[in-house]
Nanobody, 120 residues
């Protein structure tokens, strides 16, 4: 079974940094775009950053210059480095990826989410 597992969330003070990791596992044939979304209480889930298999990146305006998305294709892992964190970055962060399992077709997958809390 193909799945995504996140790690690295937690509590940090404003101005601090965190790094999130998301590893894809299972019988994976290939992975296309990987990315991170976040959902704050009472709000819609929104894209934070994404990265294609070729390394092209896309960021939400609110995180440009502070967050960096990267991936290690050999490890099927995507990372999100978050610097200069603000209280408004507080949310559950979800990993997302378009993956093709062995013998299957491309599907969109979600991780279970990891909480990031930034205190003022």
């Amino acid at each position: 079974q193909v799945q995504l597992v996140e790690s690295g969330g937690g509590l940090v003070q404003a101005g601090g940094s965190l790094r999130l990791s998301c590893a894809a596992s299972g019988r994976i044939f290939s992975i296309d775009t990987m990315g991170w979304y976040r959902q704050a209480p009472g709000k819609q889930r929104k894209l934070v950053a994404s990265i294609t298999s070729g390394g092209n990146t896309n960021y939400a305006d609110s995180v440009k210059g502070r967050f960096t998305v990267s991936r290690d294709n050999a490890k099927n892992t995507v990372y999100l480095r978050m610097n200069s964190l603000k209280p408004e970055d507080t949310a559950v962060y979800y990993c997302n990826a378009d993956m093709r399992a062995v013998g299957g077709v491309y599907r969109n997958y979600w991780g279970q989410g990891t909480q990031v809390t930034v205190s003022s």
